[in-house]
């Protein structure tokens, strides 16, 4: 079955340190792929996606490259901040249009210290 | 104007007693959701609606009964309720056609069953 795994967590960097959560993901047929992030006490909100091979998605800094030959899409950000510091989930979509279905990861908390 | 709402933010209650949750979106969207994310943050969709028809049922109790009484309504009702149901419940949106499936979610609701 479809399937994602990402990095456990969790991630503990200083501020402008470079940042890598890997994600790696099973499925047949050709998923969308996504980056959702959840602030404390909030729900998840979309950050990034990529709906076909090669795409990049990029949003305040961070990008991920939908890689189909390595079935990966690793979140990276050049200089992270404080206010980074959140829990983020990798995800995939399948299926036809009105009958998408959603397969997270188990998230990877990021500690941004000042 | 909050997008996706979902109340109540906290329940406690005890367990074998029936609670409900109630969701609601003014986005326009026609598919609705419910997940469950446990205690280490892992997010598992339960239920999913496209203009009111249940499309994704996972193997969820029959203690767990969603109605989606409109579009824009999905509540989730829980019967007999167990330790093992404590989590936060998350109701979320999309909007079938869009290519991308994004998906809108509420703020939570943190249940806590003693």
């Known amino acids: 079955g479809n399937s994602v795994t990402q990095m456990e967590g969790p991630v503990t960097l200083s501020e402008e340190a470079f940042l890598t959560i890997n994600c790696t993901y099973t499925?047949?047929?050709?998923?969308?792929l996504f980056w959702y992030v959840q602030y404390p006490g909030e729900g998840l909100q979309l950050l990034l996606k990529?709906?076909?091979?090669?795409d990049k998605g990029s949003n305040k800094g961070f990008e991920a490259t939908y890689r189909k030959e390595t079935t990966s899409f690793h979140l990276e950000k050049g200089s992270v901040q404080v206010s980074d510091s959140a829990v983020y989930f990798c995800a995939l979509s399948t299926g036809p249009s009105g009958t998408y279905k959603y397969i997270f990861g188990t998230g990877t908390r990021l500690k941004v210290l000042a | 104007d909050t997008a996706v709402s979902q109340t109540p933010k906290y329940l406690v209650t005890q367990m074998g007693n029936d609670k409900s949750i109630k969701c609601e979106q003014n986005?326009?969207?026609?598919?609705m959701y419910w997940y469950k994310q446990d205690s280490k943050k892992f997010l598992k969709i339960m239920f999913s609606y496209n203009n009111k028809e249940l499309i994704i049922n996972e193997t969820v109790p029959n203690r767990f009964s969603p109605k989606s009484p409109d579009k824009a309504h999905l509540n989730l009702h829980i019967n007999s309720l167990e330790l093992g149901d404590s989590a936060v419940y998350f109701c979320?949106?999309?909007?079938?056609?869009?290519?991308?499936?994004?998906?809108?979610f509420g703020s939570g609701t943190q249940l806590s069953v003693l």
């Open positions: 499925a047949t047929g050709y998923p969308s």
């Open positions: 990529a709906t076909k091979a090669d």
């Open positions: 986005l326009g969207h026609d598919t």
């Open positions: 979320a949106s999309s909007l079938t056609g869009t290519g991308h499936e994004k998906l809108f």
